[in-house]
């Protein structure tokens, strides 16, 4: 039986937004997934936790952001109890071994990689692709953790070839600039999460149910 390939977007999705979903749709086009989950963390602490929307709340924005699409939105990270991505990617990659993963991410996020904990663990487990975002490209190449990553990197046009490769791996991939971000979606409607409290949402991964205000502290 073949296995599913399944890329994975972390982040705070405070809230979920067009992008995110311009993004992964584009990914997965790229890389040829089956299908795209959103980890949506409990929290954020390079981030801070001011301003931060309850659990439930960032979820449903999630849900609204993936509707009709092979984007499926989780919060399995509070369900595994993981702290750190580097164990959140070790605990699905033995719970779901007939799924092969890649660790999609925008380029600022290469910028603080190296604060991660056990950066070089995540890249040692599965592979990682790196989209380009505005105003970062120049600068992710010259990311601290690129310093390590490089000698990994895999030309952009193998990227449908990433089931066969071993990591480390890393590829990077170009993106039209897209403006949309949840910074910019805050500052315009502060209060945004107030129409989804009291919502309970169901997981589409774990099919849990995610109640309410539902908060803990997760690391990168």
């Not at 795209?36 to 609204?64: D, F, H, I, T, Y």
């Not at 190296?114 to 599965?126: E, K, N, Y």
């Not at 805050?186 to 009291?198: E, I, K, V």
């Amino acid at each position: 039986m073949q296995s599913s390939t399944t890329g994975l977007l972390g982040g705070s999705f405070n809230p979920a937004h067009a992008g995110h979903r311009a993004i992964s749709l584009f990914a997965m086009k790229a890389l040829g997934l089956d299908e795209m989950w959103w980890l949506v963390s409990p929290g954020n602490p390079l981030k801070g936790e001011s301003g931060m929307a309850p659990l439930s709340a960032r979820l449903a924005s999630a849900e609204r952001q993936a509707r009709r699409s092979r984007i499926r939105p989780t919060a399995i990270e509070q369900r595994l109890g993981t702290r750190y991505t580097a164990d959140t990617v070790k605990k699905l990659v033995r719970r779901y071994p007939k799924r092969r993963f890649i660790w999609i991410m925008g380029a600022d996020n290469l910028l603080q990689f190296h604060q991660w904990r056990r950066w070089r663990d995540i890249s040692r487990t599965i592979p990682i692709a790196v989209i380009a975002r505005p105003g970062y490209d120049h600068a992710a190449h010259a990311a601290v953790a690129m310093g390590w990553l490089r000698r990994f990197v895999r030309p952009a046009s193998h990227k449908t070839r990433w089931t066969d490769w071993r990591p480390p791996a890393l590829v990077l991939l170009r993106f039209r600039p897209d403006p949309r971000s949840a910074t910019l979606l805050r500052q315009a409607n502060p209060n945004w999460h107030l129409d989804m409290n009291g919502r309970v949402q169901r997981d589409r991964v774990t099919r849990f149910l995610v109640k309410a205000k539902e908060v803990n502290c997760q690391n990168p």
